[in-house]
């Protein structure tokens, strides 16, 4: 059987080196050593996420996975 493969991989939790913007609010900052949620919707184009935003995002995403699952036959 083929391995399975992760489609989302790109998701993960980093730990800022340096302070940041959030990509979804510019007026939230992550600041230096502070963990926060960062994506790949493009190879190479990270989106840094705050504490304060990435619980939405994240539930928008579980939102449509779990409907794409839902519409399967």
Do not use: T, W
Request: aromatic share 4%; glycine share 6%; charged share 35%.
């Amino acid at each position: 059987m083929a391995k399975v493969r992760n489609i989302i991989g790109d998701f993960r939790v980093e730990v800022a080196a340096r302070k940041r913007k959030c990509d979804v609010k510019k007026d939230h900052e992550i600041g230096a050593g502070e963990s926060h949620f960062a994506y790949e919707k493009v190879p190479g184009q990270r989106k840094n996420v705050c504490k304060l935003c990435a619980p939405d995002i994240l539930q928008v995403a579980q939102d449509h996975l779990s409907q794409i699952i839902k519409d399967l036959p």
